[in-house]
């Protein structure tokens, strides 16, 4: 992956994690991760259209996972995808808490763990 692409990734997400929204400022580590939405073993590939910015958390939980369960129905969905869409259909915020407004939001959040209690925690002192 060239240096060139790694700096559309980074500028494309805002420096923020494509999941979560975790600003890179917050992230308790040195820089958020250049992942792979479809991962490699499923054929994805690191073009500019299969790569996102996550941060540990999201991308360490996300794995080579594709489909997640809604919590709510129970349907096996497919995960929220940053380059087809909007983080604004799927999902909306309570404060610190993500909520998910469609089966893809819900078993997204799930699936992450997108208010685990360390995510909370950092996004009580991003605040």
């Known amino acids: 992956m060239t240096a060139a692409l790694r700096a559309l990734v980074r500028e494309r997400a805002g420096d923020r ?3 979560c929204q975790l600003h890179q400022e917050d992230s308790p580590l040195a820089a958020l991760h250049i992942e792979h939405i479809r991962p490699l ?3 994805g590939g690191s073009d500019e259209g299969n790569l996102c910015l996550a941060c540990i958390d999201c991308n360490l939980h996300k794995g080579p996972n594709l489909t ?3 919590p709510l129905t129970e349907s096996v969905v497919l995960l929220f995808h940053p380059r087809q869409q909007r983080w604004d ?3 909306q915020w309570d404060g610190i808490h993500i909520i998910g407004r469609t089966e893809i939001g819900r078993a997204t959040i799930r699936v ?3 208010n685990s209690d360390e ?3 950092l996004r009580m ?3």
């Open 17 to 19: 994690c494509e999941y």
């Open 41 to 43: 073993k499923h054929g």
């Open 68 to 70: 997640g369960i809604d």
């Open 89 to 91: 259909e799927h999902f």
């Open 112 to 114: 992450l763990c997108m």
């Open 119 to 121: 995510q909370l925690e």
């Open 125 to 127: 002192a991003g605040d």
